[in-house]
């Protein structure tokens, strides 16, 4: 059980970092450099922990709030502007509306993250 739990921690942790980094990359900044320090913070061998375990819990919920709040604030391109799609962005080219805001949103972020990280 030992090993799972720590699997299942660093799994966690290695995925946080990962969604923080093509946040940075997809443009919010904000949410990004907050995720990728608390996937740093988590890792720091820490071996007596100050805090209690519930303020640590709250504390990480707090920043996915934070960071979700961030996500929320993402502009989407109306689609029936047909130029706007069209006038050259990367991003309309691997972003298809799904009718969910939150998952739209999420969407053209990490649109936003592959026409960065695509060969130019």
Same mark, same amino acid.
């Given at each position: 059980? !030992? /090993?799972?739990?720590?699997?299942? @921690?660093?799994?966690? $942790?290695?995925? /946080? #970092?990962?969604? =923080?980094?093509?946040?940075?990359? #997809? =443009?919010?900044?904000?949410?990004?450099?907050?995720?990728?320090?608390?996937?740093?913070?988590?890792? %720091?061998?820490?071996? *007596?922990? *100050?805090?209690? %375990?519930?303020? *640590? $819990?709250?504390?990480?919920?707090?920043?996915?709030?934070?960071? $979700?709040?961030?996500?929320?604030? /993402?502009?989407?391109?109306?689609?029936?502007?047909?130029?706007? @799609?069209?006038? #050259? !962005?990367?991003?309309? !080219?691997?972003?298809?509306?799904?009718?969910?805001?939150? %998952? !739209? +949103?999420?969407?053209?972020?990490?649109?936003?993250?592959?026409? +960065?990280?695509?060969?130019?």
């Amino acid at each position: 059980m !030992d /090993t799972f739990k720590k699997t299942a @921690m660093w799994t966690g $942790i290695v995925v /946080t #970092g990962l969604c =923080g980094i093509v946040l940075l990359g #997809g =443009g919010k900044v904000t949410a990004g450099t907050l995720l990728v320090a608390t996937a740093f913070i988590l890792a %720091l061998p820490v071996k *007596r922990h *100050r805090l209690p %375990l519930w303020v *640590r $819990i709250a504390l990480i919920c707090v920043v996915f709030a934070l960071v $979700i709040s961030n996500i929320s604030t /993402t502009e989407i391109p109306d689609p029936s502007h047909g130029m706007v @799609m069209a006038c #050259g !962005d990367e991003v309309a !080219d691997t972003y298809s509306p799904t009718g969910i805001k939150f %998952l !739209d +949103q999420v969407s053209y972020i990490f649109a936003g993250f592959l026409a +960065q990280a695509a060969p130019s």
